[in-house]
């Protein structure tokens, strides 16, 4: 059942649709540029396995860290050329957030040995409003005023590399969405993916068509977030959980405002250990 925390809005989920079986991970998704030899995952779980097997730790030259953060380079190096092919801008980066560190756009890894993340239980990144926490091999969503960015913590080692993989969305690609964009999995550990929504004309309502494919059955969690300029992306205006089937899925949200249906930030957060795929956001009228 759709929870509403706002009087600016109210919304309804008419149900999810199974329109195929099939799952499709790979028709209109884009390969990495640079690691373009690797192939194209959605889950760098599967990039690792291909590099650790053709570029192996040698105890000099390669280390284990520089596998984990290839691997997600891979990933979500693609998920950014997907995003950003819809006219808006997400960033990404991976590495050892000790030695050299790791920054994308606002957000800044604090370089710290990994014993020290360890026993502290986190990693600490630091952007222009604050440090916010990442669980040791684990993930965080940061969404605050008009910041909206993703970390995850898949690795460490014993002593002093861990591997931090940031994403930044610094403009938002506005619906109607008619190309495929992923949701990368850092290790099994998944990413959002914020869009832009709002009626075409100024009217009081504003239906959503979302289409999905998954590789498994999930639920995925689906937050309407206030819009960066007319408010702070920190508050939650409505969120849902709703159970996907394995292959292609349609579901389907109407809303409304008075005078106006608001433009709100969609949010759609899978499960994690799931392969996600957006394949549309429609809008209607």
Do not use: C
């Not at 925390?5 to 099939?22: A, N, Q």
């Not at 899925?249 to 949010?267: D, K, R």
């Amino acid at each position: 059942m759709v929870r509403v925390y706002s009087s600016k809005i109210r919304v309804e989920f008419k149900g999810v649709t199974l329109k195929s079986p099939k799952v499709d991970l790979q028709t209109g998704l884009m390969k990495p540029k640079t690691l373009f030899w690797v192939r194209n995952v959605i889950d760098s779980r599967k990039a690792y396995e291909q590099i650790a097997s053709e570029v192996p730790v040698d105890g000099t030259e390669i280390v284990p860290w520089m596998q984990y953060a290839s691997a997600d380079n891979a990933v979500f190096e693609a998920m950014a050329e997907e995003y950003n092919r819809a006219g808006s801008q997400l960033l990404s980066g991976s590495g050892d957030a000790f030695v050299p560190g790791v920054r994308v756009g606002s957000l800044v890894g604090k370089s710290e040995p990994a014993i020290v993340v360890a026993q502290r239980g986190h990693g600490i990144v630091s952007t222009p409003y604050g440090e916010f926490k990442v669980p040791y091999k684990g993930k965080t969503t940061i969404a605050t005023k008009d910041l909206l960015g993703w970390a995850a913590f898949p690795f460490s080692s014993d002593f002093r590399q861990w591997v931090l993989t940031l994403l930044q969305w610094t403009d938002l690609a506005k619906a109607p969405i008619s190309e495929r964009i992923r949701f990368g999995s850092s290790h099994g550990l998944v990413a959002p993916n914020f869009f832009k929504v709002g009626p075409r004309a100024p009217l009081p309502f504003n239906i959503m068509k979302i289409g999905v494919t998954t590789n498994k059955p999930q639920k995925m969690q689906i937050k309407g977030r206030g819009l960066p300029g007319q408010g702070s992306v920190d508050e939650v205006l409505f969120e849902d959980e709703i159970e996907l089937n394995e292959g292609q899925n349609e579901f389907i949200y109407y809303y409304w405002g008075f005078p106006v249906a608001p433009t709100i930030v969609l949010e759609l957060q899978p499960e994690d250990y799931t392969e996600t795929v957006l394949d549309y956001i429609d809008l209607i009228p």
